[in-house]
């Protein structure tokens, strides 16, 4: 039996005629693609020319983190993988396999994050600026991820209306564990001890023009699933869940000329941010802070008032701003006191 039909390539608008033969009582099947103009290969294939679009479309919209993408290798039996700042980035080997994140050394497990539930099984095909790209894994709708220095990012790729509203991610939570939401969407990942062990940065989605598309997610058990609400934006739209395990992202000495005194600038990241008026993360954060900056900025002094100024901080971030500033020239009066004098006191 010989089934035809007619194909048209959402990428470009070509028509392609797929010709499918399938032999009674046999598994032989063969594919013949014709097409009006220059032959496109099917992106579904995972070929090169389809997954360096994918990228370019991503790269078109997807919104600067300051981290660079990292390039993709293989591992002798640990499949595809990356090596960030102090992070080792396990990626998927197909549409069907997860995103984990590591430190190295680490003994507890890391967090992981799934592909979208419902995909099929498609192989890791890596792009030229090291995007790992897997077309067509949903229906209208192509995956990929992103290493970064600190991070990795789930994209969904949405070609048309016909394409899904919400996508369901499984997250490999630590025993006892949970999920968490913060005021502004953001997700936290604690252990059975309310630690963070990675959090995924509130939702976003632009569309082809580069405008924003309404997303949300919500959290159900184990599973993080974003909703997408793509109807009338022009395609491609690009949405993704983007993973790290950073709460500080950076931290300097910054001269303030009004006082002619030094203060220690920091800069967290968006869901330790969201995170108000949880101890357990502020104190985290705080660990994190001295372990990477203590030593190379000499971070020695009044650990007291420093650390209630960055409590401070944390517990009211919503008037802080995108970077804290605390000092250790101001005195250790307390946390309440500390509060009273709206996080600087005198």
């Given at each position: 039996m010989?089934?035809?039909?007619?194909?048209?390539?959402?990428?470009?608008?070509r028509?392609r005629?797929?010709?499918?033969k399938?032999?009674?009582?046999?598994?032989a099947?063969?594919?013949?693609?014709?097409?009006?103009?220059?032959?496109?290969?099917?992106?579904?294939?995972?070929?090169?020319?389809?997954?360096?679009?994918?990228?370019?479309?991503?790269?078109?919209?997807?919104?600067?983190?300051g981290?660079?993408?990292l390039?993709?290798?293989t591992e002798?039996?640990?499949?595809?993988?990356?090596?960030g700042d102090?992070?080792?980035?396990?990626?998927?080997?197909?549409?069907q396999d997860?995103?984990a994140l590591?430190?190295?050394?680490?003994?507890?497990?890391p967090?992981?994050l799934?592909?979208?539930?419902?995909?099929?099984?498609?192989?890791?095909?890596?792009?030229?600026?090291?995007?790992?790209?897997?077309?067509d894994?949903?229906?209208?709708t192509d995956l990929?991820?992103?290493?970064m220095?600190?991070?990795?990012?789930?994209?969904?790729v949405?070609?048309?209306?016909r394409?899904?509203e919400e996508?369901?991610?499984?997250?490999?939570?630590?025993?006892g564990g949970?999920?968490?939401q913060?005021?502004?969407?953001?997700?936290a990942v604690l252990d059975?001890r309310?630690?963070p062990?990675g959090?995924?940065e509130?939702?976003w989605?632009?569309d082809?023009?580069?405008?924003?598309?309404?997303?949300d997610y919500?959290?159900?058990?184990d599973r993080l699933?974003?909703?997408?609400r793509h109807?009338g934006?022009?395609?491609?739209v690009?949405?993704d869940?983007?993973?790290?395990?950073?709460?500080?992202?950076?931290?300097?000495?910054?001269?303030v000329?009004?006082?002619?005194?030094?203060?220690?600038?920091i800069t967290?990241?968006?869901?330790?941010?969201?995170q108000v008026?949880d101890?357990?993360?502020?104190?985290a954060?705080w660990?994190?802070l001295?372990?990477k900056?203590q030593q190379p900025?000499?971070i020695?002094?009044?650990?007291?008032?420093?650390?209630?100024?960055?409590?401070?901080h944390h517990?009211f971030s919503?008037?802080a701003?995108?970077t804290?500033?605390?000092?250790?020239?101001?005195?250790d009066?307390?946390y309440p006191?500390?509060v009273?004098?709206?996080?600087?006191?005198e």
């Amino acid at each position: 039996m010989v089934i035809a039909s007619a194909v048209v390539d959402e990428s470009d608008g070509r028509i392609r005629m797929a010709v499918v033969k399938s032999a009674l009582g046999t598994t032989a099947s063969a594919v013949v693609l014709l097409s009006w103009g220059l032959a496109v290969p099917a992106q579904a294939d995972g070929d090169a020319e389809g997954v360096e679009r994918i990228a370019e479309r991503i790269e078109r919209v997807a919104p600067d983190v300051g981290q660079d993408i990292l390039k993709t290798r293989t591992e002798a039996g640990q499949g595809l993988a990356a090596r960030g700042d102090d992070l080792n980035i396990d990626l998927p080997d197909s549409s069907q396999d997860t995103l984990a994140l590591t430190r190295p050394g680490a003994a507890d497990a890391p967090p992981a994050l799934g592909m979208p539930q419902g995909a099929v099984q498609r192989p890791a095909e890596v792009a030229d600026d090291g995007t790992v790209a897997y077309p067509d894994a949903l229906p209208h709708t192509d995956l990929a991820v992103q290493p970064m220095e600190r991070s990795a990012r789930v994209q969904t790729v949405l070609k048309s209306a016909r394409a899904p509203e919400e996508f369901a991610f499984p997250v490999d939570v630590p025993d006892g564990g949970r999920l968490v939401q913060g005021e502004d969407g953001s997700i936290a990942v604690l252990d059975a001890r309310g630690t963070p062990v990675g959090g995924i940065e509130a939702a976003w989605a632009r569309d082809a023009d580069g405008r924003a598309v309404p997303t949300d997610y919500r959290v159900e058990g184990d599973r993080l699933i974003q909703t997408v609400r793509h109807q009338g934006a022009a395609y491609p739209v690009v949405a993704d869940p983007w993973m790290g395990m950073d709460l500080i992202l950076d931290a300097k000495w910054v001269w303030v000329h009004a006082v002619s005194k030094w203060t220690l600038q920091i800069t967290p990241t968006n869901w330790m941010r969201a995170q108000v008026s949880d101890y357990f993360i502020a104190r985290a954060g705080w660990d994190e802070l001295l372990a990477k900056f203590q030593q190379p900025l000499g971070i020695h002094r009044n650990h007291g008032g420093l650390f209630d100024q960055f409590l401070c901080h944390h517990q009211f971030s919503a008037f802080a701003g995108n970077t804290w500033n605390i000092e250790d020239w101001r005195p250790d009066i307390s946390y309440p006191g500390t509060v009273l004098a709206q996080c600087n006191p005198e």
